[in-house]
C-alpha cells in the first residue's frame, strides 16, 4: 500500500506493468495502487491470498489496519495482522456478533466443562468408601490447577 | 451521524447550539456533526458513553460501524454495536491480538478444566472399588454433556 513506483530495467510499457503486478501484494493490488518495497501491509498480506486483505479491508478499512500495524513493533505486526484477519473473517461471518460469537461459545463450553467437573466430584464425594485424610480421593479437592 | 439539521422553536442563536448538542449522539458530537433523528449511530452510541464511540471509531472507523448497522435488521443492531464495542476496547486495550487474546485465554482455561476433569477421572478409574455396571461410578464416562 504505497503510491511510489518500482525500478525496471525494461523499457517496453508492458512488461513493466506486469512486473509491477506480480510483486503487487494483496492490499495493493485491491487498492490498485502501486506497491513499493517498504509497503507495511506487503509481508503480511501476500498477492496469494487476496480474500485475507478483502475481508480486512471491508471491517476494518485498509488505512486503519496500516496504522495498526505501523504503531507496533517490527516483531508484532505478524501476529497483530494475524488475528485482525481473524476477527474480521469472523464479522463476515457473523454480522452481528462477529469474535464476540466465538467468545460466547468458548464461554458456553467452560460453563459445561465445569458443570461436568463439579457433577463427577459430587459422584466421588456420594460415593467414596473412605473420606478421611487417608481416603484415595483425599486431595482431589485441592488441586494445584 | 447526520448531515440533517434539528428543528427548534427558540429563535436565539445559543439555546439551538445548545438543544443540537444535548441531542447529538457520541458519535454526531465526536464528528462534531448535527444529529438528525434517523441517525443509525445514535440508538447505541449515547453521549453518555463518549468512549465507548471513540473506542469503536479508532479501530474501525465511524463508516464501516454505520454501514454494518445499517446492512442489519433493526432488531439485531443493538447486539452488534455492543460487540464491536467490545471487540474494539480489547483491541485498544491489546493492539496486538484484541479479541484473539481473549479466545487465547479462554482455550487454555478450557484446556486446563480438560485436564482436570481428565485427572479425577483416573483417579476414580484407579482407586475405584468396584468397576462393574453396578459400580457407583457407572455412567460416568457417557455423560450427556
Redesign the interface.
Known amino acids: 500500500m504505497s503510491t511510489s513506483s518500482h525500478n525496471s530495467n525494461n523499457t517496453s510499457p508492458s512488461p513493466i506493468i506486469n512486473e509491477s503486478n506480480q510483486r503487487r501484494c494483496a492490499a495493493c493490488k485491491y487498492l490498485r495502487k502501486r506497491c513499493s518495497r517498504d509497503c507495511v501491509l506487503s509481508p503480511y498480506f501476500p498477492a496469494s491470498l487476496p480474500h485475507r486483505f478483502a475481508c480486512v479491508h471491508?471491517?476494518?478499512?485498509a488505512s486503519?489496519v496500516a496504522r495498526?500495524l505501523q504503531?507496533?513493533p517490527v516483531h508484532?505486526r505478524a501476529?497483530?495482522a494475524?488475528?485482525?484477519s481473524?476477527?474480521a473473517y469472523w464479522?463476515v461471518q457473523d454480522?452481528?456478533?462477529?469474535?464476540?460469537?466465538?467468545?460466547n461459545l468458548?464461554?458456553q463450553?467452560?460453563y459445561?466443562?465445569?458443570?461436568?467437573?463439579a457433577?463427577?466430584?459430587a459422584?466421588?464425594a456420594?460415593?467414596s468408601?473412605t473420606r478421611g485424610p487417608c481416603s484415595?480421593?483425599a486431595g482431589?479437592w485441592t488441586?494445584p490447577?
Open positions: 471491508k471491517i476494518f478499512g486503519n495498526t504503531q507496533l508484532q501476529q497483530a494475524e488475528a485482525m481473524a476477527e464479522r454480522p452481528v456478533y462477529g469474535s464476540v460469537g466465538v467468545i468458548l464461554q463450553h467452560i459445561m466443562n465445569q458443570r461436568e467437573l457433577r463427577t466430584r459422584h466421588i456420594i460415593h468408601p484415595p480421593w482431589l488441586s490447577i
